[in-house]
């Protein structure tokens, strides 16, 4: 196996973030709804058009959560990429600690079960962290375990549940 090719993951979507996507999709579509239902019985149409709007807008910013979220692992770095928010290289020599964590805190996972890394960076005196939700954890990890050294590794044995 090559360690300079780069594979790319997408995120692995949990039910709440799906939920999330969900919301405004299905608010949009009931508006509508009601509007063209009360259009056809003779009244006014009681939905605004700003509302339909500002549906729209709140599910393409969360799809684009998703859709721009990414984590690549290349010949010398882990490439993290959270939308247009946050853009990370990790050099695999300065990680410290890898392990699974549950959590639902702000990061560049969209689920709860995340695999928590975290590296030494010279320019702060504190460690940094990253948490990640592949799609594909058990290959991510694989490839992953080639490239990091093996005291940083903190993960839960086999018959943790995933």
């Known amino acids: 196996m090559t360690t300079s090719a ?6 692995k979507i949990g039910g709440l ?9 299905l608010a949009m579509l009931a508006a509508l709804g009601l509007g063209v239902y009360a259009k056809g019985a003779g009244a006014m149409v009681i939905v605004p058009p700003a ?22 692992l290349r010949a010398d770095e882990l490439r993290v990429r959270f939308a247009i928010f946050w ?35 010279p320019s702060v005196p504190w460690e940094r962290r990253c948490e990640v939700s592949p799609r594909d954890e058990p290959r991510f990890l694989a490839l992953l375990q080639h490239r990091v050294p093996p005291l940083a590794w903190k993960l839960p044995t086999d018959d943790a549940p995933r």
């Open 51 to 72: 509302l339909a709007v500002v549906l729209v807008l709140a599910w393409l910013a969360l799809s684009g959560l998703v859709l721009g979220t990414r984590y690549q």
């Open 87 to 121: 853009n990370v290289a990790i050099p695999y020599g300065a990680i410290m600690r890898v392990d699974i964590v549950d959590s639902v805190q702000a990061s560049a996972a969209l689920s709860r079960r995340r695999i928590r890394i975290a590296w030494s960076d």
């Open 17 to 25: 973030y799906a939920l999330l996507l969900a919301v405004p999709l």
């Open 6 to 11: 780069i594979s790319t993951f997408r995120p």
